[in-house]
């Protein structure tokens, strides 16, 4: 894995100072903060890592032999040398386009760390820098390992720190890469939001929780919370996404996530995450462990996050399986009965052939031969219930094929359909989900 060390050069007659970093880490008695932040967040850097020190032609001239000269009186490894990369001004788009070029093409390696100093970056570099720290991490997959920047200007104006004692001159070197993880945060966020996808959430969280856990030796009980609440709801999250009926039945959602929530101290939570966590405990309000409704409530957040095809599917499997569960002690009893999967054949069936008014002359099967059994059965079950499983039916046929039949429906009336059938089944189900949020609106 290469390392790349990115910093920028600019005219200023530079006053020595000492660079002081959290945790009381600091570098006495330098012109440059790239001395102080390469031998406090680089020390580990190996030949073939690389210092890449932005300039322009004018700040190379007058500034770039007085870094080498430091960084080598600081014991700075010769066999990682300082590199120039000259930049133009920055006065003009163009400029600002030939900066990002030149940047990207020496930020070539894949999975790189990088880490960035942007004291000295002049004009709008520090924002083109934002945008270069996110593409890279997307086309080159990136890791950011810190953004740093000295915050000289806290002693004074330079000819008055030069009349100070050296051992007064301590500027702070603060640690941005916070600020810039929210972007990750944000992107995590999003996808929960518009597609129900926890798992970059499950991986920030991880990372935010890392040092808690590490320091507290697992005993923190918020960071403990945290973590089973981002793998709990990562493992639901992925079950919904995957269609994995049994594994949405058989989560303690309850227990392990929404109860979960209130044990999350709001101190110890990354502060991007704290509206995340209030949205969550929201759309889980109502869900059980170990439960099979909770299939119903799964396609309510099939029908918030555009998870259509996944909700259609969800929705008949579990309306087949509350019937074979509520019919079970009439059913059980039966020879040909005897399995979950052959009860789950009887109830598909019965629902069928209501559904599509058959006559019970063209009955075949296990409903055939239980044909006064099936008569008492469905009594108790309203005719909408009845027409809602034949729209899933055929909705759900036309999602599997591809939507190539002359009949195919348009992707806005599946969407549609797939609320409204959802909030028949659960009026007779589960009354308090028929309105809830993106359902039958």
């Known amino acids: 894995m290469t390392r ?78 300082a590199e120039a990369i000259l930049l133009p001004e920055a006065t003009s788009e163009a400029e600002l ?11 070539t390696a894949p999975d790189a760390e990088i880490v960035f100093d942007i004291t000295h970056s002049y004009r709008s570099l520090p924002l083109l820098f934002v945008v270069l720290i996110q593409y890279l991490k997307v086309v080159r997959k990136a890791r950011l390992r810190g953004v740093h920047y000295g915050a000289f200007e806290r002693l004074g104006v330079a000819a008055a720190v030069k009349n100070m004692p050296i051992d007064e001159r301590d500027a702070p070197l603060i640690d941005l890469t916070p600020f810039l993880s929210l972007f990750d945060w944000s992107l995590g966020i999003d996808r929960l939001v518009r597609s129900g996808d926890a798992s970059e959430l499950k991986r920030l969280v991880d990372i935010a929780n890392l040092p808690l856990l590490r320091e507290s030796k697992g005993l923190d009980t918020a960071a403990q919370a945290l973590k089973l609440v981002a793998n709990q709801m990562d493992q639901l999250a992925t079950a919904i996404s995957m269609v994995r009926g049994n594994k949405i039945a058989g989560i303690n959602v309850k227990s392990h996530i929404y109860d979960k929530l209130d044990e999350v101290d709001e101190k110890s939570v990354p502060r991007p995450l704290l509206p995340v966590l209030a949205r969550l405990k929201s759309e889980l309000n109502g869900w059980q462990d170990k ?125 549609d359909k797939l609320e409204q059938v959802a909030a028949d089944i659960c009026a007779e189900f589960l009354p308090e989900q028929a309105s809830a949020p993106g359902i039958g609106k």
């Open 97 to 107: 386009w030939q900066i990002f070029d030149t940047l990207s093409s020496e930020l």
């Open 291 to 415: 439960n099979l409704l909770n299939g119903l409530r799964a396609v309510t957040w099939c029908a918030r996050h555009g998870l259509v095809q996944q909700g259609y599917t969800l929705l008949q499997e579990t309306l087949v399986g509350l019937l074979e569960e509520r019919w079970r002690p009439e059913l059980e009893h039966l020879p040909e009965l005897g399995t979950g999967r052959a009860r789950r054949d009887f109830v598909s069936a019965l629902l069928a052939v209501t559904a599509e008014r058959k006559p019970g002359n063209r009955w075949t099967g296990s409903i055939r031969k239980n044909r006064a059994l099936v008569r008492t059965l469905r009594l108790g079950l309203s005719n909408s219930v009845f027409e809602a499983y034949s729209t899933l039916t055929g909705c759900r046929n036309d999602m599997n094929h591809g939507g190539v039949a002359d009949n195919a429906q348009s992707a806005r009336n599946l969407s």
């Open 4 to 81: 790349y060390f990115v910093s920028f050069l600019g005219t200023s007659d530079y006053v020595s100072c000492n660079y002081c970093a959290a945790g009381g880490a600091r570098q006495d008695d330098v012109r440059f903060v790239q001395t102080a932040v390469l031998k406090l967040h680089c020390s580990d850097f190996q030949p073939g890592d690389r210092v890449l020190i932005g300039c322009t032609e004018a700040a190379f001239n007058k500034s770039f032999d007085g870094l080498q000269r430091e960084l080598a009186r600081n014991d700075w490894s010769a066999d990682i040398p």
